[in-house]
Antibody, heavy 121, light 107 residues
Framework: QVHLVQSGPEVKKPGSSVKVSCKASGGTFSNYGISWVRQAPGQGLEWMGGIIPVFGSANYAQKWQGRVTITADESTSSAYMELTSLRSDDTAVYYC??????????????WGQGTLVTVSS | DIQMTQSPSSLSASVGDRVNITCRASQGISNFLAWYQQKPGKVPKLLIYAASTLEPGVPSRFSGFGSGTDFTLSIGSLQPEDFAIYFC?????????FGGGTTVEIK
């Protein structure tokens, strides 16, 4: 059983950046990957990208290339998602979620509680 | 990229009804298909993976089937706690893609 705890809500100005953290407990951090999924108000789920900490490199959805950076720190069992050049339509709840290392198992078994990022001038 | 299309986008049903939700992939994805349930203000919950494998703890009234491009989530006898939004998700190769969701409402 993996438990993910995310950092608290953020209010940001357009053009600024936000970095959301996700700390894992339970399980073994090197045994799974972590992805970030966004949900705008009243909308569906959107995969932004993910990382397998033991491998180190991240994959991103093309829509987010160049604007999002996902990193992980095995020493603290934490993952991070930084989104730059924020716009009002980036206002959303951002979730971290675990998935298997193998591509045949990269569905999302455990989820963080979500972090609301509000972008407003 | 592979697109996932769910239908219907919403449905109304009564307690005890059988409900089917479909998810179609724009290309074949074998059985790399998961289903999630999300209640208002809550975190999504994994119900089914590998198209038909129930996550431990998920009631047996939920079932999934399909392979290739066409998939179905079936709820055998709708219970009050099942009224929620359901999402399918294609996995395997990246990008990982979700369907648009199906809202199951009380009739």
């Amino acid at each position: 059983q993996v438990h993910l705890v995310q950092s608290g809500p953020e209010v940001k100005k357009p053009g600024s950046s936000v970095k959301v953290s996700c700390k894992a407990s339970g399980g073994t951090f090197s045994n799974y990957g972590i992805s970030w999924v966004r949900q705008a108000p009243g909308q569906g789920l959107e995969w932004m990208g993910g990382i397998i900490p033991v491998f180190g490199s991240a994959n991103y959805a093309q829509k987010w290339q160049g604007r999002v950076t996902i990193t992980a720190d095995e020493s603290t069992s934490s993952a991070y998602m930084e989104l730059t050049s924020l716009r009002s339509d980036d206002t959303a709840v951002y979730y971290c979620a675990t998935h298997g290392i193998s591509s045949s198992a990269n569905y999302f078994g455990f989820w963080g509680q979500g972090t609301l990022v509000t972008v407003s001038s | 990229d592979i697109q996932m299309t769910q239908s219907p986008s919403s449905l109304s049903a009564s307690v005890g009804d059988r409900v089917n939700i479909t998810c179609r992939a724009s290309q074949g994805i074998s059985n790399f298909l998961a289903w999630y349930q999300q209640k208002p203000g809550k975190v999504p919950k994994l119900l089914i993976y590998a198209a038909s494998t129930l996550e431990p703890g998920v009631p047996s009234r939920f079932s999934g089937f399909g392979s290739g491009t066409d998939f179905t989530l079936s709820i055998g006898s709708l219970q009050p706690e099942d009224f929620a939004i359901y999402f399918c998700q294609k996995y395997g190769s990246v990008p990982l893609t979700f369907g648009g969701g199906t809202t199951v409402e009380i009739k």
